[in-house]
């Protein structure tokens, strides 16, 4: 049972590095990555201005210096900062409208890099895969 359960983290694991790897290497194209990817994905979804500590928390890697990348962001003209009414001394990050169309771009590079394992798994497979992956990830990671 070990054994399994071993072989199972560490196929999720090299998966999850492999796929990484390949939108890391087709983002490279247009000057962006992945951690610069998930931040606009980030304000997109959220559809507000974030502090730098709420964007960190949503980060898929977590390790990313959020500061740094925002910087990099705001020279491209993809974010911006404001100040917080209520605490000026924090920094709102708001994706801007050139950022909501970069971010647009950014979606078509990573979808040629997932669309050849689209049809690997049914969606009954799909849904059996999460429920999997959340089971494992449980209150603990």
């Not at 730098?52 to 003209?77: C, F, H, T």
């Amino acid at each position: 049972m070990i054994e399994s359960y071993y072989q199972a983290v560490h196929a999720i694991i090299t998966t999850g590095h492999l796929i990484t790897d390949k939108v890391n290497t087709k983002l490279k194209e247009v000057a962006s990555t992945e951690p610069q990817f998930n931040v606009l994905m980030i304000l997109h979804m959220q559809k507000r201005a974030m502090s730098i500590q709420e964007i960190q928390e949503q980060m898929v890697q977590r390790s990313s210096n959020v500061s740094r990348l925002v910087d990099k962001l705001l020279a491209k003209g993809y974010v911006s900062r404001k100040e917080n009414h209520e605490n000026r001394r924090k920094v709102d990050i708001v994706l801007t409208a050139t950022g909501s169309k970069h971010l647009q771009e950014l979606n078509r590079y990573v979808a040629e890099v997932h669309e050849p394992q689209f049809n690997n798994l049914s969606e009954r497979e799909l849904s059996n895969l999460v429920k999997l992956i959340q089971k494992l990830k449980g209150d603990t990671l």
